[in-house]
């Protein structure tokens, strides 16, 4: 028995040690640190496929028209001033506020125009003020000369021309002179390509008016205070439009 208890004492001291022993700490293993994520200020070699086609072009310049360039929409707006114009015996200034055209291979469309002139005369009395919208879709003759017929709606008034509206015995309060009517016509373009974003427009413009100095529409007809007027309304009287436009397209 006491051989037995001095064994078991002997193994209880082994395990205790071994219990007992302190363990290494496990060695940290080293860790790369961050790469620093590339700012807008760092710069930036260009790819190798850039280089190449920048060194390639450089080489045969002449391929540059063979580039893939993104089509345009056709679609362009602009403004235009009419340089001369005649109306009968007076003469037209116009400013066109307002275009949207409509430009391809085959088409040369002024889609819708918006434009207000006024006239010269003599005597002062026919001096008259116009309000125009219009349409031209125009064939393309060549890359410069395009073709088409005028189409719109006219505005008239002479400020300096009274006068009522009558109607079996009744009259309106006196007031100027204003009327419309269709129009319609010719106009001829040249288009002309510049080294910027934009085009320059010709117009040569011949078309007709069709608003009435007599009838106002429903039975009622104008009286003027004018007795020159009374008896003849030829100074006022609509009449054939020819127009010389310069603007630009953008």
Known sequence: MKKLGLAFMFIFILGFRAFAAPVA?????????????????????PSPSTTLEQSFLEKYP????????????????GFSA???????????????????????????NEILSISYGVTTGNPTYIQSSHFIFRTIPKYRINRMLSLGPLLGYEFVSFPQIT???????????????????????VGVSENIDTDKSYKIKINQLIYQQTYSTDSAGYGWSYLYDLKALRNDTGPIKAGTVFLLEVGMLF
């Open 62 to 77: 002449h391929l540059k028209q063979n580039l893939y360039k993104e089509p345009s929409s056709n679609i362009y707006l």
């Open 82 to 108: 009419g340089l001369v114009g005649v109306l009968s015996n007076r003469m037209l200034f116009t400013a066109n506020v307002f275009q949207i055209h409509y430009l391809t291979h085959f088409w040369d």
């Open 25 to 45: 700490p496990p060695t940290p293993t080293p860790t790369a640190a961050p790469t620093p994520a590339p700012t807008s200020s760092t710069p930036q070699a």
């Open 163 to 185: 006068g009522v509206l009558e109607y079996k015995g009744l009259a309106t309060e006196p007031e100027p002179f204003s009327s419309s009517g269709v129009i319609y016509g």
